[in-house]
């Protein structure tokens, strides 16, 4: 077994304490139907938009350059955020307007982090999206070594995998994402952040689809281009 950095063993470690110490598995567990948040959404998303709308280190589905652009905070080990792999596809396929900006957000534990990790380095080998998709798929825990199976299934490189896992820019998306969490106070996953609201738990397509509706269009583009 290849031993993560100390860097990353640490942070690991930092991650299962928050998520314990502020019990949002619980909630994203439980939570069936998806709630606004706080009234002051506006004014936390504007404090972190250019972490928040930054792609250089963040996958994307969809339209990479798409002018409607929703952020979904996730953790492979959400059962909500499994059941949200139809809808978000589904979204994306329909509308060639739309980028969903997938920041992962591993709270529950060890094993999310783990996994986290080597999703976001299968973006090296070009694979992330089909790795996401199949993370998501499956219905046992998420751990490190199922990864590493589905991985191998796909046909990525899982040695490479492995090492690339333990590179700097890797830990920088997970720390932004807790950092961004704190910040926008998410109460669990999966949250969204869709124009200048926060909306926590499981949307369906037609949910979606609905919030788009309403939310007003100046609201879902990436604001870091409209100050260019």
């Known amino acids: 077994m290849q031993n993560l950095p100390r860097h ?16 949002l598995p619980a909630h994203a567990q439980d939570m069936t139907h998806s709630e606004p948040m706080l009234p002051d959404d506006a004014t936390r998303i504007a404090a972190v ?13 969809g339209n990479p350059e798409g002018s ?3 952020v979904e905070f996730f953790d492979y080990n959400c059962h909500f ?10 979204l994306v396929a329909g509308d060639g307007r739309i980028r969903v900006i997938l920041r992962e957000w591993p709270i529950m534990g060890a094993d999310s982090v783990a996994v986290a990790r080597l999703s976001l380095a299968s973006r090296l080998q070009g694979k992330y999206a089909e790795f996401h998709h199949a993370l998501m798929a499956q219905r046992g825990k998420a751990n490190r070594a199922l990864a590493l199976r589905i991985a191998r299934e796909i046909g990525l490189d899982s040695d490479r995998l492995e090492r690339d896992a333990a590179q700097p820019w890797v830990d920088r998306h997970l720390e932004q994402s807790l950092e961004m969490g704190r910040a926008l106070d998410l109460r669990g996953t999966p949250s969204w952040i869709i124009g200048d609201r926060a909306i926590f738990g499981f949307m369906s397509g037609g949910d979606l689809q609905e919030v788009l509706a309403e939310t007003p269009a100046e609201t879902l583009t990436d604001p870091r281009t409209d100050a260019q």
């Open 8 to 23: 990353a063993a640490l942070f690991a470690a930092v991650l299962t304490a928050f998520c314990a110490g502020a019990a």
């Open 49 to 61: 938009s250019g972490t928040l709308f930054d792609t250089t280190g963040a996958p994307v589905l």
């Open 68 to 70: 409607i652009t929703l």
């Open 81 to 90: 955020c499994r059941r949200n792999l139809t809808s978000v596809e589904n």
